[in-house]
């Protein structure tokens, strides 16, 4: 059965660098779609992608992030300068179609020091 | 605005049991509702949704669920619980005439007792 995968599955960055995080979505998926999970806390929206643009974002999706599709497989999300409550559980979902289910990968552990 | 509210943090049942775990939403305009399933150290696994039609639905490992308008309810239930089903629990929406993100609850654990 074909899933979503993520790459790595836990970084360790220090304040103020560049992490990506990366996502392979399933393969006739669409919608792309990024989520972040505080430890303890629900599951927060962050970004929704289609068409090689961003179709909605959330208010946690400030200048610091930016997502991009860099060719037919990947899906990455980049923080520019990490901060310590960055640090959270980072899940990549995708769906065929939009009113469709989004499957979840297995989420990055983004741990920032 | 969208929100879902899982009333339980804890819901602890023996094996063979029936067992419920609650959920409750808001939404402007008609939902899509949904159940996924997280295991430790895994991402979330769908388990069942609703968009329309029959308001009670059937997903995975023998779950299902049930559509209640008039109490915005979408509770998740199984017969017969076993041991297998400890997981973390997540309730979602989405508006069906809205931004296509879901919300999600704060989650319900759920220990089934041997």
């Known amino acids: 059965e074909p899933e979503v995968t993520q790459t790595p599955s836990h970084q360790v960055t220090q304040m103020g660098q560049e992490v990506i995080l990366r996502c392979v979505p399933i393969?006739?998926?669409?919608?792309f779609y990024w989520y972040r999970q505080i430890l303890g806390q629900k599951v927060e929206f962050l970004v929704s992608?289609?068409?090689?643009?961003?179709?909605?974002k959330s208010e946690i999706f400030d200048d610091q992030f930016s997502v991009e599709r860099p060719d037919g497989s990947n899906f990455t999300l980049k923080i520019r300068s990490t901060k310590l409550e960055d640090s959270a559980m980072y899940f990549c979902?995708?769906?065929?179609?939009?009113?469709?289910?989004?499957?979840f990968g297995p989420g990055t552990r983004l741990t920032v020091t | 605005a969208q929100s879902v509210a899982q009333p339980e943090d804890q819901v602890n049942v023996a094996e063979g049991n029936p067992l419920t775990v609650k959920c409750t939403y808001s939404?402007?305009?008609?939902?899509?509702l949904f159940w996924y399933v997280q295991y430790p150290n895994r991402g979330l696994q769908f388990l069942l949704k609703?968009?329309?039609?029959?308001?009670l639905v059937k997903g995975s490992y023998g779950f299902e669920a049930e559509f209640n308008k008039s109490q915005t309810s979408f509770h998740l239930k199984k017969p017969s619980a076993l041991v297998s089903d400890s997981a973390l629990y997540f309730c979602?929406?989405?508006?069906?005439?809205?931004?296509?993100?879901?919300?999600f609850g704060t989650g319900t654990r759920l220990t089934v007792i041997p």
């Open positions: 979902a995708s769906s065929v179609r939009v009113t469709y289910e989004q499957y």
């Open positions: 393969s006739n998926h669409l919608y």
């Open positions: 992608f289609y068409n090689n643009e961003i179709s909605e």
């Open positions: 939404v402007s305009g008609n939902p899509y």
């Open positions: 609703y968009i329309t039609g029959d308001n």
């Open positions: 979602a929406v989405r508006d069906l005439g809205g931004a296509n993100n879901l919300f």
